[in-house]
């Protein structure tokens, strides 16, 4: 009998060779059981291990068909942006001219005064105010013919002014412009006391210098008329 109690149970045995021994804790009634190597694993390598790799992504090729296309796109682009420029540029032309043109009209209006209004006991001032005004052809004749006019001007005690005018546009380029000028004038004379309105239409060249607009072509009756 003693030989079989000090004989230690099998199934005791096998029990303990199956189970990991366990971790006592300072508490006694507590024990810890040791982490498998799965749960150790730290957490970046399971999911490294988990994620499944990617193949390179290849851009697809084009084919011949697209390449044309693409090219086409781009010579309709190109054509529409020259198409574009040119209306641009014939606009901005066109504006200029008109810009020109309104210049020319207003300063030819406002310098109509200066050339009708005539004063024979003034008459120095009228002729160096209408050559200040005037370039070109119309300044040389009205140069030219001041000492004989002047002569006339005075003798007929001629006075002269201007009652109204307007000016219209014929043609205008960035420098040079036809202006219409239409305007009334009243005259006396010595032998004239009662002012007579006469009424006149002209075309004047006007030429742009220095950036002032000046008459630079004008036929004048008024000043032939006296």
Not at 127 to 154: I, M, N, P, R, Y
């Amino acid at each position: 009998m003693a030989d079989e109690q000090d004989r230690p149970d099998a199934e005791n045995v096998a029990d303990s060779e199956k189970k990991p021994d366990l971790i006592k804790s300072s508490d006694p009634d507590e024990t810890i059981e040791p982490k498998s190597d799965e749960e150790e694993k730290p957490a970046e390598t399971v999911e490294s291990e988990a994620a499944p790799v990617k193949a390179k992504q290849k851009l697809p090729k084009l084919s011949g068909g697209l390449w044309a296309s693409i090219g086409a796109v781009a010579i309709l682009l190109v054509g529409a942006i020259a198409v574009a420029v040119f209306f641009y540029l014939q606009y901005s032309d066109e504006k200029n001219k008109n810009d020109a043109g309104v210049q020319a009209s207003q300063a030819l209006c406002a310098f109509s005064p200066t050339l009708v209004k005539i004063d024979w006991q003034n008459i120095d001032v009228y002729f160096k105010d209408v050559l200040d005004g005037s370039t070109g052809e119309f300044h040389k004749e009205f140069e030219g013919a001041a000492a004989q006019l002047k002569d006339t001007l005075v003798q007929g005690q001629v006075k002269s002014e201007q009652k109204d005018a307007q000016c219209g546009i014929q043609s205008a380029s960035k420098d040079h412009a036809e202006i219409l000028l239409t305007l009334g004038q009243s005259v006396t004379t010595i032998t004239m006391k009662d002012p007579q309105v006469r009424q006149l239409a002209m075309v004047a060249s006007m030429e742009k210098v220095d950036g002032r607009w000046l008459v630079a072509k004008l036929d004048a009756p008024w000043l032939r008329a006296q």
